[in-house]
T-cell receptor, first 111, second 109 residues
Framework: NAGVTQTPKFQVLKTGQSMTLQCAQDMNHNSMYWYRQDPGMGLRLIYYSASEGTTDKGEVPNGYNVSRLNKREFSLRLESAAPSQTSVYFC??????????FGEGSRLTVL | GQQLNQSPQSMFIQEGEDVSMNCTSSSIFNTWLWYKQDPGEGPVLLIALYKAGELTSNGRLTAQFGITRKDSFLNISASIPSDVGIYFCAGRYGQNFVFGPGTRLSVLP
């Protein structure tokens, strides 16, 4: 998905380890989102950033921190990973017409 | 948190058949969106609906924004193998998006 790039695409962690998921968009959009996707459930919002330097909690923020240091990048950090954080993580940004445009996802397994 | 109800959860159809799936909510939305997700990929937008009653087509896909603004449906005509995947609905109000759990579609040759 050109426009929203997520890294890494795959990661395996041990319980208690930390890591940062990176997201970058080249669309010059103000808003960026982090979602997690679990089997049988819809995408759930972790954090949202309306603009550079601002972030807001979503539906499931516990265990995560985010950073929006510039307009292009929005990172998601797990300080002490837990098995419950095994999931697929998606970064997204709204198009000018309002629809969300997603990255390809980062698949995280916590052992 | 708020969620949408999507039905059916999964369906198996023969190639060439038509497909219908829907999405309902207890809340009103300003926009309804339909996405398709292939294995290992992110959701890709299929159709966006912006006002109640709107009927929009994209090739073999047709979607409608319910009059009550609390539901939407997606139809796929003459299914083909590449239609396999998970279809998600999403409702938008302001900067907030709420997603359904998805309908998993399998197409048998």
């Amino acid at each position: 998905n050109a426009g929203v790039t997520q890294t890494p695409k795959f990661q395996v962690l041990k319980t208690g380890q930390s890591m940062t998921l990176q997201c970058a968009q080249d669309m010059n959009h103000n808003s960026m989102y982090w979602y997690r996707q679990d089997p049988g459930m819809g995408l759930r919002l972790i954090y949202y950033s309306a603009s550079e330097g601002t972030t807001d909690k979503g539906e499931v923020p516990n265990g995560y921190n985010v950073s929006r240091l510039n307009k292009r990048e929005f990172s998601l950090r797990l300080e002490s990973a837990a098995p419950s954080q095994t999931s697929v993580y998606f970064c997204a940004t709204p198009l000018n017409t309002g629809e969300l445009f997603f990255g390809e996802g980062s698949r995280l397994t916590v052992l | 948190g708020q969620q949408l109800n999507q039905s059916p959860q999964s369906m198996f159809i023969q190639e060439g058949e038509d497909v219908s799936m829907n999405c309902t909510s207890s809340s009103i939305f300003n926009t309804w969106l339909w996405y398709k997700q292939d294995p290992g990929e992110g959701p890709v937008l299929l159709i966006a609906l912006y006002k109640a009653g709107e009927l929009t087509s994209n090739g073999r896909l047709t979607a409608q924004f319910g009059i009550t603004r609390k539901d939407s449906f997606l139809n796929i005509s003459a299914s083909i193998p590449s239609d396999v995947g998970i279809y998600f609905c999403a409702g938008r109000y302001g900067q907030n998006f709420v997603f359904g759990p998805g309908t998993r579609l399998s197409v048998l040759p």
